[in-house]
């Protein structure tokens, strides 16, 4: 069996491919190895006699399969699931954040509007919300209430 390596590592250079991909056609390899030149290589490229195999790839079909069936509410069990619920795993610090802040932030401005808390009070609770001390809004109403800034509605 002749040694073809130089006409393959050729034939790569003149596709555009790696060497694994090129293929010599077995019934023609006397004439692949009189081949000297990349001229040479090319005009049996283009006789056929050299080929590009496909790219290998990886195949997307599973990936798709199991995309619809995770889009139609399969395969999210408790097997499948990976970290905490409550922690950041599942859902980002972020979301929590927003989750949480907004309602407060919500509660204190219609306070403020319904005269029950005073622009000063209301300024200072912000702050403190921003900072992370209320846990939700009930909590908010209920420290505003022991702290005595809640003014009760007159009846």
């Known amino acids: 069996m002749t040694d073809l390596r130089n006409q393959k590592r050729m034939a790569a250079s003149v596709m555009v491919c790696g060497v694994t991909r090129v293929w010599i ?14 001229a040479d290589v090319a005009k049996l490229v283009k006789k056929g006699y050299i080929e590009k195999l ?55 401005r219609e306070l403020r509007e319904g005269g029950q808390i005073s622009p000063h009070d209301y300024r200072i609770q912000y702050r403190k919300a921003k900072g992370g001390l209320y846990r939700s809004k009930n909590h908010l109403l209920s420290h505003l209430k022991t702290e005595g800034v809640l003014k009760q509605e007159a009846k």
């Open 25 to 38: 056609d077995p019934l023609h390899t006397d004439e692949v190895a009189t081949a000297v030149t990349r």
């Open 54 to 108: 496909q790219a290998i790839g990886v195949s997307r079909g599973r990936a798709r399969a199991i995309a619809i069936q995770k889009k139609s509410g399969r395969r999210k069990g408790e097997g499948s699931r990976k970290g905490a619920s409550g922690s950041k795993a599942r859902s980002p610090r972020k979301t929590r954040w927003v989750q949480t802040i907004r309602p407060i932030r919500r509660v204190l």
